[in-house]
């Protein structure tokens, strides 16, 4: 690397801010390579009961930790005024708002990004989550150029295969595949890879068929009993968080009155070693051996619930459903609503 590079990097998460910790080195330590790296993410948001409190952004933490500057960009003013800090090259990861063009041309080196997916198979926004669901085996890593109009459909620089393991988890996808990501994207600062004339300049062809990751929906956590298996509810649980279900309820004030009440499933693990009758349809669900938690018949086995959110009721214990059910429910049925 000939020229001292003024960086700057665009995030906002984890998985941004692990890519960071991969390139902060070469500032930190090597200040002949990186000579100055500013951080550039978005506004804190309201939030909170009456959205009387700003959520800061991680990666800004991140940055003050770290002793570098924040600065933020929503508007496209924001972007005409960053063009006053003569950067070099910008680097976007996780940043969710495309870079716009007339900022990415003022960059003598233009952009870089790292997407956690083998381009251009899972494109756009929520790759991680997608691999997972899909229950894929292969998925990777991809550094490319940033295309001034459109997401993920820059040149591809490098990228980098990974297996996904049987319990792999959200969190545990997005550590793996930003370690690696933020190791390739050092071995292009080093090497100067990100210069279209230098030596080391290389645009890979990928082999990897085109796909789409639409982002999550909220509808995506509810389970659905008749077609998900065990593995399936617990695969679902490790990447979007709490799922949820309905259960049939008679209000006290109107018994022969019948609604739905949600039931959020705070955690959720296989149980292949206790399970329920099959002459029960999915979604059936009884106390376990000891009495302390639920579980719950998936079309191919069962899974063990120990906490529940009950609308309207609050965490209590999973197995709490059944032995207080015609106290919460006004009835006894032991079972789970799919259609909803």
Known sequence: MSKLLRIGYFGSDLFSINCLKRILPLHLDRPQAIAHIDVITR??????????????????????????????????????????????????????KLIPSSFLQSLPFGGLNVHPSLLPSYSGPAPLQRALLDEISLTGVTVQTLHPTKFDEGAILANAEYRILEDETFSSLTERLSERGGNLLREILEQGAFDPKA????????????????????????????????????????????????KTFHPRKARDEIRLRRIVLEDVAECPDQLLSDLLPPGSYDTDDVGSSLLVKTVNGTIKIRSVNIEGLGSVAGSKIVKSSKRMFGNADKQFITDV
């Open 43 to 96: 506004a804190p948001k309201p939030s909170g009961r009456g959205l009387n409190h700003l959520k800061e952004v991680p990666i800004a933490e991140f940055a003050r930790q770290n002793g570098l500057p924040v600065l933020r960009a929503d508007k496209k003013s924001d972007f005409a005024a960053l063009q006053q800090h003569q950067y070099d090259l910008c680097i976007a990861v996780s940043y969710g």
């Open 199 to 246: 030596p080391a300049y290389h645009v890979l062809r990928s082999d990897h068929p085109y796909s789409y990751a639409q982002k999550i929906h909220s509808n995506e956590r509810q389970i659905d009993w008749s077609k998900y298996t065990s593995f399936n509810v617990v695969r679902r649980f490790n990447t979007l968080g709490p799922l949820y279900t309905f």
